[in-house]
Antibody, heavy 118, light 106 residues
Framework: QLQESGPGLVTPSETLSLTCTVS????????WAWIRQSAGKGLEWIGR???????NFNPSLRSRLTMSIDTSRNQFSLNLRSVTAADTALYHC??????????????WGQGTLVNVSS | DIQMTQSPSSLSASVGDRVTISCRAS??????LNWYHHKAGQAPKLLIY???SLQSGVPSRFSGSGSGTEFTLTISSLQLDDSGSYYC?????????FGQGTKVEI
């Protein structure tokens, strides 16, 4: 299971910080991803962090993004800087598995709603 | 980025109906295409991966087909629990991208 946590309200120009807690399995061997869902853009893949700490980001967000992982605590995190109203969305965390046939998002969290507003 | 286009954007059907949702990629993605089901307030659920492989635990009424740029998700006999939104997603190249979704009303 995956569970997102973080503030539901963020002030414009500040940093959005979210944490995903993983339970019921090891983080080793997997990528751990963030996906957001907004009314205007549908589902958007934000990026992923490997269990080793290496990252891949969506180029549209790369300049504002940081992701990290703490396998000892079974958690990974997202920091998105300089937020605007366009970053208002439901943020999901998910496990990304690279299999022989495909790369899949096989387990997701329910999501946490983040509103960017003053 | 690879653009994914789904149709229809919404549909209304009855229990027992056969339902088909289409997804088109802006370039060839071989069979790197996944389908997800999302009900409000719940975690999205993977249904189909690699265009036609059924994810473990998913009912056999769900099936996927296609390759290249054209893909289809079929629900052979719609059930009440199948309401919600369905999304296709390409896993050919990052950034992964999704279709805009198809909302299914029963």
């Amino acid at each position: 299971q995956l569970q997102e946590s973080g503030p539901g309200l963020v002030t414009p120009s500040e940093t959005l910080s979210l944490t995903c807690t993983v339970s019921g399995g090891s983080m080793t061997g997997y990528y751990w991803a963030w996906i957001r869902q907004s009314a205007g853009k549908g589902l958007e893949w934000i990026g992923r962090v490997y269990f080793t700490g290496s990252t891949n980001f969506n180029p549209s967000l790369r300049s504002r993004l940081t992701m990290s992982i703490d396998t000892s605590r079974n958690q990974f995190s997202l920091n998105l800087r300089s937020v605007t109203a366009a970053d208002t969305a439901l943020y999901h965390c998910a496990r990304e598995t690279i299999g022989p046939a495909d790369t899949i998002l096989d387990f997701w969290g329910q999501g946490t709603l983040v509103n960017v507003s003053s | 980025d690879i653009q994914m286009t789904q149709s229809p954007s919404s549909l209304s059907a009855s229990v027992g109906d056969r339902v088909t949702i289409s997804c088109r990629a802006s370039q060839r993605i071989t069979n790197f295409l996944n389908w997800y089901h999302h009900k409000a307030g719940q975690a999205p659920k993977l249904l189909i991966y690699a265009a036609s492989s059924l994810q473990s635990g998913v009912p056999s009424r769900f099936s996927g087909s296609g390759s290249g740029t054209e893909f289809t998700l079929t629900i052979s006999s719609l059930q009440l629990d199948d309401s919600g939104s369905y999304y296709c997603q390409q896993s050919y190249s990052t950034p992964w991208t999704f279709g805009q979704g198809t909302k299914v009303e029963i």
